[in-house]
Structures are given as C-alpha cells and as structure tokens.
C-alpha cells in the first residue's frame, strides 16, 4: 500500500480518535440516564401505550440538550459545579432545600437500582437478591473512592457500551417500521393513563442529579489539564471549548434518548402485542421478553441492567456528594485522594449503603421510585429556574451568559417540565 494510499486512512483513524476522545461527561450523562428504574419507565410505557408514547423522546432531545448544555457551560466557564454557582445567586436556605430534596430522591433511586441490578443476577444464575445489593454496593462506592480520576473516568466512558444490548433486542424482534415511525411523530393517546405515564417519562428523561453531575464532571476535567483555565479566566480557549461541549452533549442526550426508544419499541413489539401491559420494574420487563422473544433478548435485557446500573450509581452517588460538598464549602471531588477529600467521599458512601438500608428495608420498590419521581419532579422546576437565572448573570458568567438560542431552549424545556409537574400533580389528587 502507497504513502498516498495509507495518508486518507490515518486521517480518518486521527479524526475518529479526536472525536472519541472530546466525549466525556455529556455522554457518561445521557448514558446514566438510563439507569434501570429508566429502563422499567420506558418498559411500561412500550408494554401499556405500544408506539403511541415513543414521540416523547424525539421531544425530550432538544429539552435535554438545552439545559445539559446550560449545566456543562456553567461549569465550564467559572470552574466551579452547580451547587457552588447556585449559592452565589441565591439564598443558602433555598439551595439546601432542593440539595437535600435532590440528596432523599438519588438514595431512593440508588436502592431501586441496585435492588434492580441483583435481581438482574438472580434472574441470570441465580443467588441471594439482599446479598448480591451489598456486593454491587461496595463494587460501586470502591471504584469512586480508591481508583484515581482519569481511569475511573475511563471506567465509566466503557460502561456505556452496555447500553448497546438494548440495540440489539430489537436485531431478535419485528418491528413495525412505519407504525413506529408515526409513533415518533403523532400522539396517539391523551387519556389521564397516557399523561401520567408522559411526566414519568419526562421525570425520568430530564432529572436533577444530571445537571449536577455534568456540571462537576466540566470542573473534573479543567482539574484533570492544568494548563487549562476557567473559560472566564482564559477566554481565547472559549471556541474549542463550547464546541467540544455540544458534541460531547449532543451525542450523549441522542444516544440516551436512542436507547430508550429501543426498549420502548422492543417492549411495544412483544410484551404489548401479548397483551402484557403491567411492567413494575426493569427485571420483570426481561423475564417477561424470555417467553415471547426468546432467551437472547432475555439475555441482553437483563445484562444491560446491570451495566446501566454500574454507570448510574456512581453518577447518583457522586452527584449527591459534588452538591453537599460545594454547598457547604467543603470543595472536594473525585480528582482528589480520599484523605484529602474525606468529607467528599463519605457523602458516597453513605448515599450509596443508604440505598443498601432502603432494599432491606422491604420498602416497595415501585412506590420508593414513585416518591424518587415526585420528589425529582418538585426539585426540577425551581432548580431549572435557577440555572437558567445563573447561566444569564453576568456576575457569574462573565461575557459568557447563555445565547439567545440556548436561553430559548432552555426556558422551553422548563416550560415543558413545569407543565409536566403540573399534570403529575392533577392526576395525583383526580
């Protein structure tokens, strides 16, 4: 093979390189996104409403792009997480309450996935549930305390592949193309059923936590390159930077909202068509596909629980400890060595043995994801409302306030999940 020959092959292997690489935290965000109580959301509503419901996640996109976008540009610029901004632009009391709101709805969410995961296992080969919560548990909260930063991050950015097992459910499946195509496009179904399994969807798509995580995980990285600066301190970097951010984000929220299409239609193509329309969690949704599809999807399903559950734990987990930790003033991160950021990692592994407590508590998992939901969904609103005053303060942002575009965006998709609570509400106490 010639120079010539060999030249266009190395450009496309550099580029693809470059392009893995600029992916980071908006992927490992919309990857953990689908955490498996996502997966037993996006089963239900595929299982009850079959395509009607799959125009959801075509909105949700842009929504989600917007105020991820919004999370990781604050980071980005001041060099500081969420948290810390918040309490520059508001009262300390009103950034402790939705702090601790999001802190009870993640350690709820942790124990419905790790309760998810071990059943997952169960379901696999076998063995205690309670038992196997404790060894996912320390798994977890070991990689985040004593693996350094950048491989850990490394750990993460690979865990996203599992996701792909959702993929390749729909490879054993038939699928009715043009009846989900239309699916994507036109509601079908507006019933008070229909719209309260819509704000689960919402709820579940566009949730608190991950504004934090990406955010801290913007200030991660600048730690992670000390050459680099706060775009507020270094403005000339400002181009590369914002353009690394909306690839990384765009490509993250698509692959979060392709995969939850997939186990939305994959669902839709067998449980619905059998006439199975109550899913309760993520297991029950793959022990459910072994008869009707057959084992290989039963078997993708199921580990795909757990890879997703390895993702969205730690984010969970870590997302809760950036917050308390920037709120109070600890500082701290996953940057740092456990003995110089004790507070820091205390806050993971107690939010993580917490969600341990609350599956041995016997606790239904379908009404302590349900409370996780409501919870999530009054933390929402005030906290979008509040980055968004953030992400356009001069004070705070320097000259890199929110664009006009992204300002619309993300006044939308507040607007969107406003009405949303709205109706959670309204089919709460009709």
């Not at 109580?37 to 917007?66: E, K």
């Not at 038939?174 to 989900?180: E, F, I, N, Q, S």
């Not at 914002?242 to 669902?267: E, H, K, Q």
């Not at 003033?329 to 407590?357: C, E, M, N």
């Amino acid at each position: 093979m010639t120079a010539h020959s060999t030249a266009p092959h190395k450009n496309l292997k550099t580029r693809f390189t470059h392009a893995t690489r600029s992916l980071g935290p908006g992927l490992v965000t919309g990857a953990a996104d689908d955490d498996p109580s996502g997966i037993a959301t996006y089963s239900q509503a595929g299982a009850q409403f079959g395509y009607g419901l799959l125009w959801t996640m075509v909105l949700t996109y842009p929504l989600m792009c917007a105020i991820q976008l919004i999370s990781a540009h604050i980071g980005r610029v001041t060099g500081a997480g969420l948290a810390r901004n918040l309490t520059r632009a508001f009262p300390e009391w009103a950034v402790i309450l939705l702090v601790t709101i999001l802190l009870v709805a993640n350690v709820i969410n942790i124990g419905a996935d790790l309760a998810a995961m071990a059943a997952a296992v169960e379901l696999l080969i076998g063995g205690p549930t309670h038992m196997l919560t404790i060894v996912f548990a320390i798994v977890v909260a070991g990689l985040q305390v004593f693996v350094p930063y950048r491989p850990y991050a490394r750990v993460l950015k690979w865990l996203t592949l599992s996701l792909f097992a959702y993929i390749g459910v729909l490879l054993v499946v038939h699928t009715d193309w043009p009846g989900a195509l239309r699916g994507m496009v036109w509601p079908t179904r507006m019933d008070q059923a229909a719209i309260t399994t819509i704000v689960a969807v919402l709820g579940t798509t566009i949730s608190p936590y991950l504004f934090f995580w990406q955010s801290a995980q913007e200030v991660e990285e600048l730690q992670d390159h000390p050459r680099q600066h706060p775009l507020i301190e270094s403005p000339r970097a400002a181009g590369g930077q914002f353009r690394r951010m909306r690839t990384d984000t765009f490509v993250g929220m698509a692959f979060s909202n392709l995969v939850a299409l997939a186990i939305m239609i994959a669902t839709a193509d067998t449980l619905h068509l059998q006439g199975i329309t109550q899913i309760n969690t993520a297991a029950q949704a793959a022990e459910a596909l072994r008869p009707v599809a057959g084992s290989l999807a039963f078997l993708l399903f199921a580990v795909g629980i757990i890879g997703t559950g390895l993702l969205a734990i730690p984010v969970l987990a870590g997302s809760a400890a950036f917050a308390i930790s920037e709120t109070a003033g600890w500082g701290g991160g996953l940057q740092d060595a456990p003995s110089h950021a004790k507070r820091f990692y205390a806050i993971i592994v107690v939010a993580t043995l917490a969600g341990v407590v609350i599956d041995w508590s016997h606790t239904n998992p379908i009404k302590a994801l349900y409370w996780s939901a409501v919870l999530n969904g009054v933390a929402a609103v005030p906290l979008m409302i509040a980055t968004m005053i953030v992400a356009t303060r001069p004070a705070v942002m320097g000259k890199f306030t929110a664009s006009l575009a992204l300002k619309t965006a993300g006044w939308a998709a507040t607007a969107v999940m406003g009405a949303a609570s709205l109706f959670f509400f309204w089919t709460v106490l009709t």
